[in-house]
């Protein structure tokens, strides 16, 4: 079983900056890839971004393509993800996940776990 805990996420300005951190326990997910979600009120959750098992493979939403940079330090359990520029749209409670594979994927179903979220929220 793999527990994974979010941070990072709070209040921040248009335009702003904010550092998601993910810090897995339990066993180790070197193996896996890491995705990050994020779910608006009213709407799906949806994929933003996910790397592969050994960072070297990155998957980006087009919507954050450019501002938001996803990262994994496998030594310390722990996946990130930069988010700069950030716009109203981006306001969301955003999520972490385990992969089932090694390679980044961007379906809901390929991931087995999941944290329990950390709320963004981008004022105008």
């Known amino acids: 079983q793999v527990r994974l805990v979010e941070s990072g996420g709070g209040l921040v300005q248009a335009g702003g900056s904010l550092r998601l951190s993910c810090a897995a326990s339990?066993?180790?997910?070197?193996?896996?890839?890491m995705g990050w979600f994020r779910q608006a009120p009213g709407k799906e959750r949806e994929a933003v971004a996910a790397?592969?098992?050994?960072?070297?493979?990155?998957y980006y939403d087009d919507s954050v393509k450019g501002r938001f940079t996803i990262s994994r330090d496998n030594a310390k359990n722990t996946v990130y993800l930069q988010m700069n520029s950030l716009k109203p749209e981006d306001t969301a409670v955003y999520y972490c996940a385990v992969g089932r594979g090694s390679w980044p994927r961007a379906d809901l179903y390929e991931y087995d776990y999941w944290g329990q979220g950390t709320q963004v929220t981008v004022s105008c």
């Open positions: 790397i592969s098992w050994s960072g070297g493979i990155l």
């Open positions: 339990g066993r180790t997910v070197s193996s896996y890839a």
